[in-house]
């Protein structure tokens, strides 16, 4: 079972912070998702990563995906209050998605 | 934009009861999935179909699950007889090609009582 592990697990920062989570596993993915999920809704894709060292940006949000493909970073910056939310890991196996815990961020106003 | 839909929003069942989840997925989509997850838990993955059938489950998905494509359009997640462990959101999934970033419905809260 590939088991993908996020930190930290809850996040609460001010309006402006800079911040980073981080989602890691010591198996190799194909590829690996970001996704956000709000209270009592389905997870809303933000990327997809696939080559390793691959680097994408999304307006304020900057994902990496390790050179192994094992781990992945999500970094924002200037944070918003409209970003708080809980960000999901997800990794693809063979036919399947193990999703990680999932960080919940806070961002105060 | 086509987005995964999913009915009934909310399912209220007696203990025992079969219930039918129903879900529509993106048309052009070839590999649909389900996943449940138990309130304040992880998403946890169910079940992929392809091709009309099943392309690898979950030790979650033992005998009381089904699932089936009975038409061109609707994806259904069968529970047989429920338990009160049953109780989670269940999320449909599609994804136009193997591996390829799937696309989540809003999900089903289920009841058991």
């Known amino acids: 079972t590939q088991l993908l592990e996020q930190s930290p697990q809850f996040l609460s920062i001010q309006e402006g912070e800079n911040l980073t989570v981080y989602c890691n596993s010591s198996?190799?993915?194909?590829?690996l998702q970001w996704y956000r999920q709000e209270p009592g809704e389905g997870p809303v894709l933000l990327v997809t990563?696939?080559?390793?060292?691959e680097v994408k940006k999304l307006k304020r949000l900057t994902f990496q995906f390790g050179d192994a493909r094992k781990d992945s970073s999500l970094h924002i910056t200037a944070a918003q209050p409209g970003d708080t939310g809980l960000y999901l890991c997800?990794?693809?196996?063979?036919?399947?998605?193990?999703f990680g815990a999932g960080t919940r961020l806070t961002v105060k106003p | 934009e086509p987005e995964v839909t999913q009915t009934p929003s909310h399912q209220v069942t007696q203990m025992g009861q079969e219930v039918i989840l129903r879900c529509v997925p993106i048309s052009n989509h070839l590999y649909f999935y389900w996943y449940r997850q138990i309130l304040g838990q992880k998403v946890e993955f169910l079940v992929s179909?392809?091709?009309?059938?099943?392309?690898?489950k979950s030790e979650i998905f033992d005998d009381q699950f089904s699932v089936e494509r009975p038409d061109g359009s609707n994806f259904t997640l069968k529970i047989r007889s429920t338990k009160l462990e049953d109780s989670a959101m269940y999320f449909c999934?599609?994804?136009?090609?193997?591996?390829?970033?799937?696309?989540f419905g809003p999900g089903t809260r289920l009841t058991v009582l």
């Open positions: 999934a599609s994804s136009a090609s193997y591996r390829n970033e799937q696309f």
């Open positions: 198996s190799v993915f194909s590829s």
């Open positions: 990563v696939v080559t390793g060292g």
């Open positions: 179909f392809y091709n009309n059938e099943i392309s690898e």
């Open positions: 997800a990794g693809a196996g063979n036919n399947d998605m193990r």
